[in-house]
């Protein structure tokens, strides 16, 4: 992360990391994120598994170690969470080298992964503002004399280009700083004052703090919008997705298998990786 990024990092809250991801890395996860869509939707009219604390209803694959929720129609999301135990064309983002340069430098303890979704997006839909200003500890932003030290900040892989129109991640820029909580009503990011919507290309990513205030903007193309998040914070938070809220991270014993010492170190405290008979 260099000077600018940092400054940037700091000063709104966000950086659009252009060209992120190689044509290599960009293929093979788009394929991997279609063929779970596909995987998700083929149980959409099973009942749920579990329904999270915020009421979200989630069917659990137990085989290929994901929950999902929502559906493919007009105005809908599909939420697949803990995808990386889905298919190991994931494992690339798993200390991937150039996501953990910015990570080590806006989170001062040990990072690991606590949070990561596909998020699908159909035509019609939006996801609503949230955070920004006096959110809870767990998503707060601090500076100290260690510098940038984030309790959660996210990484958005983009695998299609999504211009204005097509749904763009969209935030309220220095939010993270601010100390009262936004007052307009029904979270709708289209009108809400302040919300600016990010453009980006293939191949980009964008890394904010879960302190801003952000959303999605309405989908108002015929395109729907995929995206990787993959979430951070110091070693000691336990589960950020709405599925598995405040559990252990939900890793199979396969995708602990598989995974290198380092891989492994993302997913667990020490005490935990020697219990799963991890090396590091
Ligand atoms: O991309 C979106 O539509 C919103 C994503 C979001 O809220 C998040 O990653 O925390």
Known sequence: MNEIEQYEFDRVGYIVIPNFLTEQELKTLSAAIDALE????AQADRPPDKISAFGLKYRHDAERGYFATGAREQGKTLIIEDFFNADPTFD????????????????????????CEIRIRYPGNQTGSHMGGPVSRKHRYYYTSRGIDCMMARMVYFVHDVSPGQGEFCVVPASHKSNVASPYEGANPDT??????????????????????????????NQTRKTLHVGYGPFWMKSQNHSTMDEEPY??????????????????????????????
């Open 38 to 41: 596909e995987h998700a939707l």
């Open 92 to 115: 690339t983002l798993i200390d991937h080298a150039p996501t953990m340069a910015y990570v080590n430098a806006i989170i001062q303890e040990r990072p690991t992964i606590n949070n």
């Open 192 to 221: 809400e004052p302040g919300m600016i919507g990010l453009p980006v290309k293939a191949g980009d990513a964008i890394l904010f703090t879960e302190n801003l205030r952000h959303g999605g903007l309405t989908n108002r193309s």
């Open 251 to 280: 890793i199979l014993p396969g995708t602990f298998a598989r995974l290198n010492a380092a891989q492994r170190l993302l997913f667990r405290a020490h005490r935990t990786l020697l219990e799963h008979g991890g090396n590091a």
